[in-house]
C-alpha cells in the first residue's frame, strides 16, 4: 500500500512521466528482482501485489542488489566520468524506497559499502551508491506491521537513520496510518533531481599576503574594485589568492574576512544535495566539473578510488563575486541545510565563500578554489558557483584578453597563462577551449599539444570494464526476463504487462 501511495503522489508532479519504478526483494538472486530496466509498470504493479511477507532478511545485502540494478548501465554510458572530474549534469537521479518492520533480521550490522556488490567496476568507488542516488526508509512500527512479540534485531533507530542520511535520504518511523500518510508527502516533496555533496570548514588559521600581483591589494582585492551584481550585464573580475596546505591542517591567503559567531556548529560539517536543473543555454554535462580529489598520473594503470560524496571545504573568508563577460560559469542552488541557514542568517547577499577540494592540485600540499557559495540577491537561497579551477588567477587574465589585449595578448601575458595552465588538472582543458570559443578567442591561445585525456593504461582498463559491465548486465536483464510474472487470475505475463501464450 505504501508503494502504491508514493506512486499515486509522485503521479501529481508533471516531471513523473518520465519516473521507472523497479521493484526489489529480500529474497535471493535472481528471485529478489521483481521488476527491473526493461519489465512494464504493470509488471511492477502486479509483482508489488502478489508480494508475500516471508522468511528471515539480509537488509544490507537487499540494499546493495537494489544499488547494483540501478548502477547497471553507468560504466556503459560513462556518466560517473571517472579520472575526469565530476560533472553533476551527469546524473541518473534515482532513489530507493525501503520499507521495513524491524524485525527478525539476519544482520545486525547494516550498511551499504559495496562490499556485496556484484558488480565489475564497484572498486572505482568507495561505496556502494552513487551520488545522485539516495536512501529513504519506512519503519513501520504500529498494530498490524509490529508486534511486542518481534525478535530483537541490531536493526536501530539511529543504525537505519545513520544509513539514510549517509546517502542524503531519510529515515522515517512511522507509528500510525496518519504518521505513514505524513511521511509518505514529505518523502514524494523531496524527490528531486540532484547530487549529494559534503561540506566542511575550511580551518580558519593565520592568513597572509604570498605572490600578490602589483594590481592587487594586499587584501586581495583589484584597487577601485566596480561593484556588480553577480547577474550584472557588466562583470568585473576581482582577485584573491590562496594557498591550502593539506599536509599543515592550515589554510593560508591574503585579507581578513568576518565570520558570524554561530550557537550551534552543525553548519560547519554537514550533508546537504544541489539541486541540478538543466538548462538549454548550457552543455550536456555543464561548462566545469567539481575537480578530483588527486592529480592525475599519466603514468597509472588503473584509477584512484573516489569517495561518493565530493568533499568541498569552504572558507569563511568574506570576497566579492567574480565573474567576467562572456566567461561560462554552472550555479546550482543548495537545499535547505544547517549551512545555508547560517549563510541566509548573516544577510550579506554579495559575501561569497570559496570551496575547494583538497588534494585536486598539482602537489600534495596545495589546492585551489574551483568556485564559491553564494547567497542569492533576495536571501532566499543559497547558489553553489563553479568556475575554472583557480579562477582567482584565471578570471584576471582573461580579463585581460578581452579588455587590454583585444584578443591579441603579448608574450607576457601567454607566459603567465601557460603557468596558469601548467598548475590546473588537465581535464579543465577542454572546458577551458570552449569557454574560449565562447569568449570568440583565438584558436591558438591555448597549445593544441594539451592533452586532458586519461593515460592510455586507464582508457584500457575502463574499455576493460565497459565490456564486462555490458555482459553482466545483459546476464542480469535476461535473468530477470526469464523469471515469469503472474497476475491475479494466475496468466503468465510478458515484459509488457499481458498475458502470454504458454507452450504445454
Given at each position: 500500500?505504501?508503494?502504491?501511495?508514493?506512486?499515486?503522489?509522485?503521479?501529481?508532479?508533471?516531471?513523473?512521466?518520465?519516473d521507472?519504478?523497479?521493484?526489489?526483494?529480500?529474497?535471493s538472486?535472481?528471485?529478489?528482482?521483481?521488476?527491473?530496466?526493461?519489465?512494464?509498470?504493470?509488471?511492477?504493479?502486479?509483482?508489488?501485489k502478489?508480494?508475500?511477507?516471508?522468511?528471515?532478511?539480509?537488509?544490507?545485502?537487499?540494499?546493495q542488489?537494489?544499488?547494483?540494478?540501478?548502477?547497471?548501465?553507468?560504466?556503459?554510458?560513462?556518466?560517473?566520468?571517472?579520472?575526469?572530474?565530476?560533472?553533476?549534469?551527469?546524473?541518473e537521479?534515482?532513489?530507493?524506497?525501503?520499507?521495513?518492520?524491524?524485525?527478525?533480521?539476519?544482520?545486525?550490522?547494516?550498511?551499504?559499502?559495496?562490499s556485496?556488490?556484484?558488480?565489475?567496476?564497484?572498486?572505482?568507488?568507495?561505496?556502494?551508491?552513487?551520488?545522485?542516488?539516495?536512501?529513504?526508509?519506512?519503519?513501520?512500527?504500529?498494530?498490524?506491521?509490529?508486534?511486542?512479540?518481534?525478535?530483537?534485531?541490531?536493526?536501530?533507530?539511529?543504525?537505519?537513520?545513520?544509513?539514510?542520511?549517509?546517502?542524503?535520504?531519510?529515515?522515517?518511523?512511522?507509528?500510525?496510518?496518519?504518521?505513514?500518510?505524513?511521511?509518505?508527502?514529505?518523502?514524494?516533496?523531496?524527490?528531486?533531481?540532484?547530487?549529494?555533496?559534503?561540506?566542511?570548514?575550511?580551518p580558519?588559521?593565520?592568513?597572509?599576503?604570498?605572490?600578490?600581483?602589483?594590481?592587487?591589494?594586499?587584501?586581495?582585492?583589484?584597487?577601485?574594485?566596480?561593484?556588480?551584481?553577480?547577474?550584472?550585464?557588466?562583470r568585473?573580475?576581482?582577485?584573491?589568492?590562496?594557498?591550502?596546505?593539506?599536509?599543515?591542517?592550515?589554510?593560508?591567503?591574503?585579507?581578513?574576512?568576518?565570520?558570524?559567531?554561530?550557537?550551534?556548529?552543525?553548519?560547519?560539517?554537514?550533508?546537504?544535495?544541489?539541486?541540478?536543473?538543466?538548462?538549454?543555454?548550457?552543455?550536456?554535462?555543464?561548462?566545469?566539473?567539481?575537480?578530483?580529489?588527486?592529480?592525475?598520473?599519466?603514468?597509472?594503470?588503473?584509477?584512484?578510488?573516489?569517495?561518493?560524496?565530493?568533499?568541498?571545504?569552504?572558507?569563511?573568508?568574506?570576497?566579492?563575486?567574480?565573474?567576467?563577460?562572456?566567461?561560462?560559469?554552472?550555479?546550482?542552488?543548495?537545499?535547505?541545510?544547517?549551512?545555508t541557514?547560517?549563510?541566509?542568517?548573516?544577510?550579506?547577499p554579495?559575501?561569497?565563500?570559496?570551496?575547494?577540494?583538497?588534494?585536486?592540485?598539482?602537489?600534495?600540499?596545495s589546492?585551489?578554489?574551483?568556485?564559491?557559495?553564494?547567497?542569492?540577491?533576495?536571501?532566499?537561497?543559497?547558489?553553489?558557483?563553479?568556475?575554472?579551477?583557480?579562477?582567482?588567477?584565471?578570471?584576471?587574465?582573461?580579463?585581460?584578453?578581452?579588455?587590454?589585449?583585444?584578443?591579441?595578448?603579448?608574450?607576457?601575458?601567454?607566459q603567465?597563462?601557460?603557468?596558469?595552465?601548467?598548475?590546473?588538472?588537465?581535464y579543465?582543458?577542454?572546458?577551458?577551449?570552449?569557454?574560449?570559443?565562447?569568449?570568440?578567442?583565438?584558436?591558438?591561445?591555448?597549445?593544441?599539444?594539451?592533452?586532458?585525456?586519461?593515460?592510455?593504461?586507464?582508457?584500457?582498463?575502463?574499455?576493460?570494464?565497459?565490456?564486462?559491465?555490458?555482459?553482466?548486465?545483459?546476464?542480469?536483464?535476461?535473468?530477470?526476463?526469464?523469471?515469469?510474472?503472474?497476475?491475479?487470475?494466475?496468466?503468465?505475463?510478458?515484459?509488457?504487462?499481458?498475458?502470454?501464450?504458454?507452450?504445454?
Open positions: 500500500v505504501a508503494c502504491l501511495c508514493v506512486v499515486q503522489i509522485r503521479s501529481r508532479d508533471p516531471a513523473s512521466r518520465q521507472r519504478y523497479m521493484l526489489v526483494t529480500y529474497d538472486p535472481p528471485f529478489c528482482f521483481k521488476s527491473g530496466w526493461r519489465e512494464s509498470h504493470v509488471v511492477f504493479s502486479t509483482e508489488l502478489n508480494m508475500i511477507a516471508s522468511g528471515l532478511s539480509n537488509m544490507s545485502d537487499a540494499l542488489r537494489a544499488f547494483d540494478l540501478l548502477n547497471l548501465h553507468r560504466l556503459q554510458s560513462g556518466i560517473d566520468n571517472y579520472g575526469q572530474g565530476r560533472n553533476p549534469l551527469y546524473l537521479p534515482a532513489v530507493v524506497v525501503a520499507i521495513t518492520d524491524g524485525g527478525r533480521s539476519t544482520s545486525e550490522n547494516i550498511g551499504i559499502d559495496g556485496s556488490s556484484q558488480l565489475c567496476g564497484n572498486e572505482l568507488t568507495k561505496e556502494g551508491f552513487r551520488w545522485d542516488q539516495r536512501l529513504f526508509m519506512l519503519h513501520l512500527q504500529y498494530p498490524g506491521f509490529s508486534t511486542s512479540s518481534q525478535e530483537p534485531t541490531g536493526e536501530s533507530d539511529s543504525n537505519l537513520s545513520q544509513l539514510c542520511e549517509m546517502t542524503g535520504g531519510r529515515y522515517y518511523l512511522v507509528t500510525s496510518s496518519k504518521h505513514l500518510n505524513q511521511s509518505l508527502e514529505s518523502l514524494v516533496q523531496k524527490l528531486q533531481p540532484g547530487v549529494v555533496l559534503q561540506f566542511e570548514k575550511m580558519a588559521s593565520g592568513f597572509i599576503a604570498q605572490n600578490i600581483p602589483e594590481n592587487i591589494s594586499t587584501f586581495g582585492i583589484r584597487d577601485s574594485p566596480v561593484p556588480m551584481e553577480i547577474d550584472s550585464d557588466r568585473t573580475p576581482t582577485m584573491d589568492l590562496f594557498r591550502y596546505s593539506n599536509g599543515g591542517n592550515e589554510f593560508t591567503g591574503s585579507g581578513e574576512g568576518t565570520t558570524a559567531s554561530p550557537t550551534t556548529t552543525t553548519w560547519e560539517k554537514c550533508r546537504g544535495m544541489i539541486y541540478v536543473r538543466p538548462s538549454k543555454a548550457a552543455p550536456p554535462g555543464g561548462h566545469w566539473p567539481i575537480p578530483e580529489s588527486y592529480w592525475p598520473d599519466t603514468n597509472a594503470q588503473t584509477l584512484v578510488p573516489r569517495s561518493v560524496h565530493p568533499g568541498i571545504l569552504f572558507s569563511c573568508e568574506d570576497s566579492p563575486p567574480l565573474v567576467i563577460d562572456k566567461l561560462p560559469f554552472d550555479k546550482y542552488e543548495l537545499e535547505a541545510s544547517p549551512l541557514r547560517h549563510i541566509l542568517e548573516r544577510k550579506l554579495q559575501a561569497c565563500w570559496k570551496v575547494f577540494i583538497a588534494g585536486s592540485g598539482k602537489t600534495a600540499d589546492v585551489y578554489p574551483f568556485g564559491y557559495l553564494k547567497p542569492s540577491s533576495n536571501l532566499q537561497c543559497v547558489n553553489l558557483l563553479v568556475m575554472p579551477y583557480n579562477y582567482v588567477i584565471a578570471l584576471p587574465l582573461l580579463d585581460d584578453l578581452v579588455q587590454k589585449y583585444k584578443m591579441k595578448p603579448a608574450r607576457g601575458w601567454k603567465e597563462f601557460d603557468k596558469y595552465l601548467a598548475a590546473i588538472p588537465p579543465y582543458y577542454q572546458p577551458l577551449r570552449n569557454a574560449l570559443r565562447l569568449m570568440g578567442a583565438p584558436s591558438g591561445i591555448m597549445p593544441e599539444n594539451l592533452a586532458g585525456g586519461l593515460s592510455a593504461g586507464v582508457v584500457g582498463y575502463l574499455k576493460k570494464l565497459k565490456k564486462q559491465a555490458q555482459s553482466e548486465g545483459s546476464k542480469m536483464i535476461a535473468e530477470i526476463a526469464s523469471k515469469p510474472t503472474r497476475n491475479d487470475k494466475g496468466q503468465a505475463l510478458g515484459s509488457d504487462g499481458l498475458p502470454t501464450k504458454e507452450v504445454k
